[in-house]
């Protein structure tokens, strides 16, 4: 099964909405504010880069991790739905879910590891981003499901990158009321797409509950 395009942008609008980069650009210009331009647009680039990786091999491999620990289905896209949850919900509130607020040494020197951990990592994506992806998967487990969630996945990285990329131009553009309220309806859609995943499996672990 195949996502269609409504289903491939609710996808990529809940990615971004978890993702939060434009709540990470304040991290991202923090963390690399002493980089020289070229190092700094190179991070970028492995940030997203990584992040990409991180999130396919996460769809690819989620099918493997379910039989491996004898998870079901429902059951998996129910615990997915509500980790997100709780992420979504302090969206919502106009809250950031950004826990990567450590100063990290020698970043210069090892720009290239920063890029990955903590850039990519948890500042960028953190469990909850991979438990939506593995969720999606649940319901498109099929190769050219993988593959249309892949798709989805890198555009989403390119758009991260480009943020990044552009991370100064943006958030004097921007400001912190437009990021404010970007966050807020990010996680509105986010709730809306954990409690359909929530729903989903209970009706099917406890088809009671369908009525």
């Given at each position: 099964m195949v996502m269609n395009l409504q289903e491939s942008l609710l996808f990529g609008v809940g990615l971004l909405a978890i993702i939060e980069p434009f709540s990470s650009l304040a991290f991202f210009n923090a963390y690399t504010k002493n980089y020289k331009n070229k190092i700094k647009n190179a991070s970028a680039i492995i940030s997203a880069l990584g992040v990409a990786i991180i999130l396919i091999a996460g769809a690819w491999g989620g099918e493997y991790i379910i039989k491996l620990f004898g998870i079901s289905v429902d059951a998996l896209r129910v615990a997915g739905g509500l980790v997100i949850l709780p992420n979504a919900l302090t969206l919502v509130?106009?809250?950031?879910?950004?826990?990567?607020?450590?100063?990290?040494?020698?970043?210069?020197?090892?720009?290239?590891?920063?890029?990955?951990?903590?850039?990519?990592?948890?500042?960028?994506?953190?469990?909850?981003?991979?438990?939506?992806?593995?969720?999606?998967?649940?319901?498109?487990?099929?190769?050219?499901?993988?593959?249309?969630?892949?798709?989805?996945?890198?555009?989403?990285?390119?758009?991260?990158?480009?943020?990044?990329?552009?991370?100064?131009?943006?958030?004097?553009?921007?400001?912190?009321?437009?990021?404010?309220?970007?966050?807020?309806l990010s996680g509105i859609i986010l709730v809306a797409i954990a409690v359909t995943a929530i729903v989903s499996g209970l009706k099917e672990m406890l088809p009671g509950l369908a009525g």
């Open positions: 509130k106009g809250e950031s879910t950004d826990t990567a607020g450590a100063n990290p040494k020698n970043r210069k020197k090892n720009w290239f590891s920063g890029a990955i951990v903590p850039l990519a990592i948890p500042a960028t994506i953190d469990g909850a981003t991979i438990a939506l992806v593995i969720t999606q998967v649940t319901k498109y487990n099929s190769i050219e499901g993988l593959t249309s969630i892949s798709f989805v996945i890198m555009a989403v990285a390119v758009i991260i990158g480009i943020i990044y990329l552009l991370c100064n131009l943006i958030r004097d553009i921007i400001g912190e009321t437009g990021i404010s309220i970007a966050t807020r």
